[in-house]
């Protein structure tokens, strides 16, 4: 849900953390809390860097998942967000190892 679970992976890319993280961002059934979220989103290390590129950033990678999770697909996804030969293809099945 981009709501919820892009909101809390971009607050975390740009170093929110504790009550801030989850302020209002948490979905009604929530599994995790602000610690749990802290913790989970390090651990999914390279999985993030879903262009890529050898980083996971805030400025690419969360946006690609905040756009994904938007419904953005093809060029819409990637436009302006990823600076390497990465196609949208790659991108979309490097975003769909993210699901449960």
């Not at 009550?19 to 390090?42: F, M």
Request: proline share 3%; glycine share 8%; aromatic share 4%.
């Amino acid at each position: 849900d981009a709501a919820t679970d892009a909101v809390l992976l971009l607050r975390h890319l740009f170093g929110v953390r504790d009550a801030a993280l989850t302020n209002a961002a948490l979905g009604a059934n929530a599994e995790r809390n602000a610690a749990a979220i802290s913790n989970y989103i390090p651990a999914l290390g390279n999985a993030l860097d879903v262009d890529g590129d050898g980083s996971v950033k805030s400025s690419t990678d969360g946006l690609l998942v905040l756009r994904y999770l938007l419904g953005l697909r093809g060029t819409a996804l990637t436009n302006g967000a990823v600076a390497n030969a990465t196609t949208p293809t790659v991108i979309e099945n490097s975003l769909l190892t993210l699901q449960p």
